[in-house]
């Protein structure tokens, strides 16, 4: 087993850990979906009012935002154009009638006006940042005074299934690593109101959301379990192997044990973090 500490960096800053396939694009379509009553509910912006939603990748949550908030004015920024083109098709084949900007942008240069918006909606981004404290601390500037800033971010650290398997927490801990080379954090969650303290927001309000998957819940198994975790830990195989993080022979029975986890007497865990938090007026005097 390959647990020995990382290699020097085997990914360049930047490079995106999870890519662009379409065969992505339909797992964050499976994980939208499956979670939205679980990430979503509780979330609801008053009609006129502007939401940013950073980091929307190919719309798979704006989709559900546009379903809890009608009539909000959605700006949806990514810094990948090819996933906003998706988002487009996906939105406009789900709510046509939806008003959704679609903005390509990069969170560290945002072209938005100071306050310029009422909400701020964050989903699955911060934890590919090398930076996300000062990506939420520039949220803050096109937030206006009062406004709210929700996060929410998963932790590969809550991860734990039946049967367990040391050779799947070590192609679990293949994406960390990979991640974390490319200056992300899969384990993020934890941090989400230290992050939304320290960049200034107030009454930050933390909830943890747990997925748990049986042989009782097989919609769960299929669409959490099997679609949207273990393809997400599937899909970094090449680059594991190429940082030589894993042999192939231990990689196949690290994704064999963990699709065991998927069967009838099977079980799987995952916890991810929910924050909400408003943007504090600037000091007297400012
Ligand atoms: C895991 S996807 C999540 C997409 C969507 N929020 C969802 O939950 O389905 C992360 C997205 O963040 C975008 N992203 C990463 N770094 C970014 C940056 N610096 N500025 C803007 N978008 C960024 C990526 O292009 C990608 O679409």
């Known amino acids: 087993m390959n647990t020995a500490t990382p290699p020097p960096a085997p990914v360049p800053a930047g490079d995106y850990v999870h890519g662009y396939s379409p065969r992505e694009g339909r797992r964050l379509g499976d994980q939208a979906d499956t979670l939205a009553q679980l990430l979503h509910s509780g979330t609801a912006y008053p009609a006129g009012s502007r939401v940013l939603e950073l980091g929307c990748g190919i719309g798979a949550q704006t989709v559900h935002l ?119 954090d899969a384990q993020l969650g934890r941090q989400v109101q230290p ?37 997400m830990v599937a899909s970094v195989r090449d680059k594991a192997l190429a940082a030589s993080l894993t042999t192939t022979a231990e990689w196949e029975q690290g994704i064999a044990d963990l699709c065991r986890t998927a069967e009838d007497d099977g079980t799987f865990h995952y916890t991810f973090f929910k924050g909400v938090a408003v943007n504090p007026p600037p000091p007297a005097g400012n």
């Open 66 to 184: 546009l379903r809890s908030s009608p009539r909000a004015h959605i700006v949806a920024v990514d810094r990948s154009e090819e996933s906003l083109a998706r988002a487009r098709t996906r939105v406009a084949g789900s709510a046509p009638h939806a008003r959704v900007e679609w903005r390509n942008a990069d969170v560290y240069d945002l072209p938005f006006a100071d306050a310029e918006f009422d909400h701020v909606f964050v989903c699955f981004v911060l934890e590919h940042l090398p930076d996300p404290r000062r990506a939420l601390t520039g949220l803050r500037r096109v937030l206006r005074p009062g406004g709210t800033i929700t996060v929410i971010e998963g932790d590969h650290g809550s991860a734990f299934f039946h049967p367990d398997s040391a050779f799947a927490r070590a192609a679990i801990n293949c994406q960390v690593r990979l991640q974390a080379a490319a200056g992300g």
């Open 195 to 231: 992050l939304l303290a320290g960049a200034g927001y107030d009454e930050v309000a933390v909830r943890p959301l747990t997925v748990y998957a049986d042989g009782t819940l097989p919609a769960l198994v299929e669409g959490f379990t099997r679609n949207t975790f273990i393809a």
